[in-house]
């Protein structure tokens, strides 16, 4: 089959190789029909997620038709529509059980490396690196799911790829970042970042009861898509700056919760943003937190802090002191998917929301590193792009 292969910083190709095959009774493999580039992604192609390896399959955002069933997998059939959630989760385990997903205790196999970094192992993630189980991904003809029988979730009859392809991961990320921040009545909620998970982390505030939602970034389509799109007011944070316009919005208390959805290669201005870019670049630090700095410095005494954004490692210069004296709640993590893709198919189903809107690009699978191009360099006005196998 062909698939979306890593072979190093910068370096990502179509190439042939084997089709995946059943290894296990709860095992599935999908027929892919539509996929999409992550913003995670393009930390892998940048080269900040150590233990890759060359020719390993990317792709985490995949959905399709199955085409093989292992014999323990007995809530979908041959010929259904399903989309997968890109966290891998076993459903039986002390984590599985209490609905933390995504920190799954059984479906990394190389948790012993997560372990060494981290102390303890989150969930397996399809393409994400050897750290997280080195599990191909699904920019791909097909891919094989583990644990498909909690694993695999089937799409009603009328509803369009584009409009649930989300599910399997930016739409659910978006919308635990709203739900991690606590939202009440009249809440003011600001979000730094307007890429993907930024717009529906927007959209998902306001389902929530937010009554205002200030976004931040610094290119004006994303801008244009959450003002227009999601109904958000806007920093661009070249022209001014963000920290200030934010307390100057909100009469100078600060917006009621924060979401920091940009993570660990932020972009900014000024001395600190500059000593990240070097200090990143020859890794003497893992992560580049500007929009974090930003986020505990303008976030309301006894707010809500919600990271989306992926961070991967050690972060310099970050100011814990005024997060502890502002007393702020922090809540984080990869998103415990299989939670949200029920409920939230149904508000797709019920046309409260459409995820389609943030959909730029459509391409074919082979023109996926030209994908992987625009969407890093923000070329074209670029801000989704979907893959057709
Ligand atoms: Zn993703
Ligand atoms: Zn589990």
Redesign the pocket.
């Known amino acids: 089959m062909k698939a979306l292969c890593w072979h190093g910083a910068n370096d990502v190709r179509i190439g042939n190789v084997p089709d995946p095959t059943i290894l296990n009774p709860r095992d599935a493999i999908i027929k892919i029909t539509s996929t999409a580039i992550?913003?995670?992604?393009l930390h892998i192609l940048d080269g900040y997620i150590p233990s890759m390896k060359e020719g390993d399959i990317l792709g985490?955002?995949f959905m399709g038709e199955v085409v093989e069933l292992g014999s323990a997998v007995k809530n979908v059939k041959i010929g259904d529509r399903v989309v997968v959630p890109?966290t891998i989760s076993c459903g039986g385990c002390f984590f599985c059980q209490r609905d933390l997903w995504s920190l799954c205790d059984n479906s990394n196999p190389n948790g012993w490396m997560a372990e060494a970094a981290m102390g303890h192992s989150p969930s397996g993630l399809f393409g994400y690196s050897h750290m997280f189980g080195g599990y191909a991904g699904g920019q791909a003809e097909y891919a094989r799911v583990p644990f498909a029988d909690v694993g695999l979730f089937k799409v009603p009859d009328g509803l369009s790829d584009d409009q649930v392809l989300f599910l399997t991961?930016?739409f659910p990320?978006g919308y635990m970042a709203a739900e991690n921040c606590n939202i009440e009545p009249g809440d003011t909620v600001a979000v730094w970042g307007c890429g993907p998970v930024g717009q529906f982390a927007i959209k998902s505030a306001f389902m929530l009861g937010a009554e205002r939602v200030i976004a931040i970034d610094r290119i004006p389509e994303r801008l244009q898509m959450a003002k227009e799109q999601c109904g958000a007011e806007i920093i661009n944070y070249e022209e001014i700056d963000a920290g200030e316009a934010v307390k100057e919005m909100t009469g100078g208390r600060g917006p009621d919760s924060c979401i920091d959805a940009v993570g660990m290669e932020a972009h900014g201005t000024g001395p600190m943003a500059m000593y990240d870019q070097v200090k990143q670049a020859v890794r003497l630090e893992t992560d580049r937190p500007t929009a974090l700095r930003q986020v505990i410095l303008s976030c309301r005494k006894g707010g809500h802090v919600s990271l989306a954004g992926v961070y991967g490692g050690f972060l310099d210069k970050v100011p814990f002191g005024a997060a502890f004296n502002k007393g702020l709640t922090f809540k984080m993590g990869q998103t415990h998917m299989h939670r949200y893709i029920k409920p939230l198919m149904e508000a797709v189903q019920q046309g409260k929301i459409d995820p389609s809107f943030v959909i730029t690009h459509k391409l074919p699978l082979d023109q996926a590193p030209h994908g992987y191009e625009i969407f890093r360099d923000k070329k074209e006005n670029c801000i989704k792009v979907v893959l057709k196998p």
């Open positions: 992550c913003g995670s992604d985490h955002e890109f991961d930016i990320t």
